[in-house]
């Protein structure tokens, strides 16, 4: 019989990402609703030592799987040994990441098992009466949000994205490490990695920002992220943009915030010419204080803004950046 809910913990070089955080926090809030335990799959070439860490967020057992195998993500490899989970511990749930990795495995690993999978995830909930998973996604272009359930398959898995979910925090909590094995399906990889080229980003990654100066169409151009530098600066902020900017090619893809970009969940948003479509609302909106500024007074994102100024971005973002630095130099004094 299956129970338990599974999350897969993604690791890159012994470093665990945010993501698996995130999601243990979640699974925990279901464990609870169905009476069941949190289990995280750490897999990896030598990761038990980060085990312990995930007692404190939320997991009950973590299951660790080392082999150099394992040591760089591998699709066929990692399909192997979660599939290995899956079939000798039978779980009532698995979520995993919609990150590159886990937008490979899960899917591979859904038509292994023969299950459904619901994408892209932006709320789970345990359904009172069935006791069934509720996967929530947006549908349709984001115009309409849809909730899936698998009602004849287990188990029920989920991917979502980074910054959907919210972590927790527990001290003082001990778990149950189980280290395991499992058989390759080829005692030979397939696809062998030669080596791994890092690119040192020196930007900071939007998700991870406490405060966010976010540009859109109404910024004009390229140029108009020139501009922005300044403010960002002053509050110590990273630039982020809506996917109209994006797509005109006035800034990179991972600045982008929104349905198709990234979830965020600053202390700050600041939506400087953004109209506030809600595939954009849909990234952005549980950010602590939304301040908009835009010319059309009847731009939706004044809607969820708790401030919205009616302007001309060209004349107020000046006077912005000179009121904080300022008021900045004035704390200073103090």
């Not at 338990?4 to 699974?27: C, M, P, S, T």
């Not at 030592?49 to 404190?56: C, G, Q, T, W």
């Not at 301040?291 to 708790?306: L, R, S, T, W």
């Amino acid at each position: 019989m299956s129970k338990d809910i599974f999350v897969f913990i993604e690791q890159r070089d012994n470093h665990l990402e945010k993501v698996g955080i995130e999601l243990l926090g979640k699974a925990r809030e279901l464990a609870d609703d169905l009476g069941q335990k949190v289990v995280g799959m750490l897999i990896g070439g030598s990761v038990k030592s980060e085990a312990e860490i995930l007692f404190r967020h939320g997991a009950d057992k973590v299951i660790v799987v080392e082999d150099p195998r394992l040591k760089e993500f591998l699709s066929e490899d990692y399909a192997d040994v979660v599939y290995g989970i899956i079939e000798k511990y039978e779980p009532e749930i698995v979520l995993f990441g919609a990150t590159s990795i886990g937008r490979d495995l899960a899917p591979n690993l859904a038509a292994r098992v023969h299950t459904g999978l619901t994408a892209d995830c932006t709320k789970l909930e345990i359904d009172p009466e069935t006791k069934l998973l509720m996967m929530t996604r947006p549908a349709f272009g984001g115009n309409l949000m849809a909730t899936i359930v698998c009602e004849n398959f287990r188990p029920q898995m989920a991917t979502v994205r980074p910054g959907v979910m919210s972590s927790i925090d527990v001290e003082g909590v001990e778990g149950e490490i189980i280290e395991d094995k499992f058989e390759f399906s080829n005692p030979e990889p397939k696809v062998r990695l030669r080596e791994v080229l890092k690119v040192e980003n020196k930007k900071k990654d939007i998700t991870e920002a406490n405060v966010l100066v976010s540009g859109g169409r109404g910024l004009g151009g390229p140029e108009g992220f020139d501009r922005l530098e300044g403010l960002a600066k002053e509050l110590d902020a990273e630039i982020s943009s809506s996917r109209a900017a994006v797509d005109a090619g006035w800034i990179e893809k991972s600045q982008q915030v929104g349905q198709t970009g990234k979830t965020v969940r600053p202390e700050l948003y600041l939506a400087l010419g953004i109209s506030g479509a809600i595939q954009h609302v849909a990234g952005m909106e549980d950010s602590d204080l939304i301040i908009a500024v835009n010319k059309d007074e009847g731009a939706p994102i004044f809607d969820i803004a708790d401030l919205g100024v009616v302007g001309d971005m060209n004349a107020i973002i000046p006077k912005l950046e000179e009121l904080i630095k300022k008021e900045r130099e004035l704390n200073e004094q103090l």
